[in-house]
Nanobody, 130 residues
Framework: QVQLVESGGGLVQAGESLTLSCVAS????????VGWFRQAPGKEREGVSC????????YYADAAKGRFAISRDRTTDTVFLRMDGLKPEDTGVYYC???????????????????????WGQGTQVTVSS
């Protein structure tokens, strides 16, 4: 059974940091593009940062550039999202997703949801107070 399990969310004040984790089981992320998405109340889910595990190419949404960093631990098949300088507008449920990598797959295509990801995690809540 394939699972993506997120953790690390919480309530923080503006300017603080959080690191989210996404542990994969039942699949090897070596063959997937992986990414982080968020959904704020009343808004559509949007890509935050994605990684092509084959090329190590990353993509960041404009709102994440310079503040967030995506990384992967190969030994534990875990994907991280380090978030610094958090702002109230970063509040939302953060989801991990994976798309089986084909010739058309890129970090950008995953974050843009050009094609539906194959797997989603259940999400972790991030709340940033002002």
């Amino acid at each position: 059974q394939v699972q993506l399990v997120e953790s690390g969310g919480g309530l923080v004040q503006a300017g603080e940091s959080l690191t989210l984790s996404c542990v994969a089981s039942g699949l090897s992320l070596e063959y997937y593009a992986v990414g982080w998405f968020r959904q704020a109340p009343g808004k559509e889910r949007e890509g935050v940062s994605c990684l092509n595990t084959k090329t190590a190419v990353t993509y960041y949404a404009d709102a994440a550039k310079g503040r967030f960093a995506i990384s992967r631990d190969r030994t534990t098949d875990t994907v991280f999202l380090r978030m610094d300088g958090l702002k109230p507008e970063d509040t939302g449920v953060y989801y991990c997703a994976a798309e089986f990598r084909t010739a058309r797959t890129s970090a950008r295509s995953l974050c843009d949801l050009t094609w539906p990801p194959d797997y989603w995690g259940q999400g972790t809540q991030v709340t940033v107070s002002s």
